[in-house]
């Protein structure tokens, strides 16, 4: 079984910065690669950012030069920080992995989502 737990989340004001980080536990081997989805109302969800084991990264255009994505693989957490915040940017937020577990089998797995809200 495996779980992601977010953290973060919450109301700032336009400018502002957050910081969400998510927790990666259970029978995990290798996470090959950690993100950040959101979903703001009425909209599909979308990507904002990604981070493989490696290192690389990549970010959707509307984040780039304002969001951050780290991960610490022997922690198997996935942060993303958040400045310059924007109206545009409330959503949940949702974090998701794609690894192996003991069993060698790979799936995708998601968070429960975290709400951010940026308004004055």
């Known amino acids: 079984q495996v779980q992601l737990v977010e953290s973060g989340g919450g109301l700032v004001q336009p400018g502002g910065s957050l910081r969400l980080s998510c927790a990666a536990s259970?029978?995990?081997?290798?996470?090959?690669?950690m993100g950040w989805y959101r979903q703001a109302p009425g909209k599909q969800r979308e990507l904002v950012a990604f981070i493989t084991s490696g290192g690389t990264t990549n970010y959707v255009d509307s984040v780039k030069g304002r969001f951050t994505i780290s991960r610490d693989n022997a922690k198997n957490t996935v942060h993303l920080q958040m400045n310059s915040l924007k109206p545009e940017d409330t959503a949940v937020y949702y974090c998701n992995a794609y690894l192996e577990d003991y069993y060698h089998r790979k799936n995708t797995y998601w968070g429960q989502g975290t709400q951010v809200t940026v308004s004055s």
């Open positions: 259970g029978s995990i081997f290798s996470i090959y690669v």
